[in-house]
């Protein structure tokens, strides 16, 4: 694989942008003593706010495909992460914290589709490469947030925003070339290609906004862990997610997508049972990273599918797999939350079946295949 400015700054930038963005989750219970809510409020939320924002992802792309310069577009996506985050600090009522989680995650929104687009310009590797990157912040992000709050005081979370406001002005200063461009009509029976993998990427997203949003939960309210342990939990099933984006690719090229959805909504619906009968660290903790292990096995994949679908549309193709099914599963999971969201074991519990179904349906039932 050959490396690019382009392809480096994309693989760097998708890394501390999700690396912010991944303070939400693992400060659930934070937020929730300090603005006294109920659980089911701040994860139908926390949805909410993720499922708008990757909605908005399929007009980004829609843009960005038409739109070739790129440093503007990275300066502006860096300094609106860096004033979210920096507002999360300050705000004093819960309406501030979901207008600063909202301004993090639609500027992150806005990142995707250009990231995967720069990586596209080099190849599939170098997208798979783009996920890792990205997995890994948010790997890294949660027991980060988790440590900080628990030595420092949330109202210092400047602090932390000022890497990106200086990346910011360092991008400025390269001499980034433009994308390649094509600026051809849209035809919603081109988009229309992307179907399976928009049905794949919704009900994975689904599983995940799901269990991402109680395990916390889980491990502080229900198993009576600290929110640093937490924190570690989420990191901990991110950075399997590191290497399952990688494999997924390869898995992919290999086996099929039939296959791999075989396996990986299979081992997701068996994950999630071990979890909600786990009470010891251990367990817990194997059960999740498996989870997302499964989960992460097609991140990547779907994303190399749906550019391979739409070649002179990698910013769209790649923003309906990443942003516009994230967002379907994502609004899902809000109306799901506001149902079961103050029981989290339920809430966990139904989970499972919807991973089962979805294996036989894309696993065995459904036709499309990249074999």
């Avoid at 939320?45 to 503007?72: E, M, P």
Wanted: aromatic fraction near 16%; charged fraction near 10%.
């Amino acid at each position: 694989m050959a490396l690019s400015l382009m392809s480096v700054l994309s693989v760097l930038s998708h890394f501390l942008l999700d690396f912010y963005v991944s303070f939400f989750t693992p400060l659930g219970p934070f937020i929730i003593q300090k603005f006294p809510i109920e659980i089911r409020i701040l994860t139908s939320f926390l949805a909410l706010s993720a499922a708008i924002a990757s909605l908005l992802q399929v007009f980004f792309g829609f843009f960005f495909d038409r739109v070739k310069y790129t440093k503007s577009l990275l300066f502006t996506m860096y300094v609106l992460e860096a004033i979210g985050i920096s507002l999360i600090g300050i705000s004093t009522n819960f309406w501030m914290f979901i207008s600063a989680v909202f301004i993090v995650r639609i500027a992150n929104s806005a990142f995707h589709p250009l990231g995967a687009s720069m990586a596209g310009e080099v190849g599939g590797r170098s997208v798979a490469f783009f996920s890792i990157a990205g997995t890994l912040g948010a790997a890294l992000g949660p027991v980060f947030i988790s440590l900080y709050v628990s030595y420092f005081p949330m109202q210092s979370l400047w602090i932390v925003a000022l890497p990106a406001f200086i990346l910011a002005g360092f991008i400025l200063r390269l001499n980034i070339p433009n994308r390649t461009v094509h600026n051809v009509k849209f035809d919603l029976r081109e988009v229309s290609k992307l179907l399976p993998i928009l049905l794949v990427v919704t009900v994975r997203s689904f599983l995940m906004s799901v269990v991402h949003a109680y395990t916390p939960i889980y491990v502080t309210k229900i198993r009576s862990y600290s929110i640093s342990l937490s924190g570690l939990l989420i990191t901990s099933g991110m950075i399997a997610g590191v290497f399952a984006n990688y494999l997924g690719v390869v898995l992919m090229e290999k086996i099929g997508a039939k296959k791999q959805d075989l396996v990986a909504f299979v081992g997701m619906g068996l994950a999630i049972f071990w979890l909600i009968y786990s009470k010891s660290v251990i367990p817990i903790f194997v059960s999740f990273v498996l989870f997302d292990f499964f989960g992460f096995l097609l991140m990547s994949a779907n994303v190399v599918q749906a550019q391979k679908i739409l070649p002179n549309r990698k910013a769209l193709a790649s923003s309906v797999a990443m942003g516009f099914a994230w967002s379907l599963g994502d609004f899902i999971a809000t109306g799901y939350n506001s149902v079961f969201g103050n029981n989290v074991v339920l809430s966990l519990g139904l989970a499972i079946p919807v991973a089962f179904v979805a294996s036989i349906y894309f696993g065995l039932v459904q036709k499309f295949d990249t074999k």
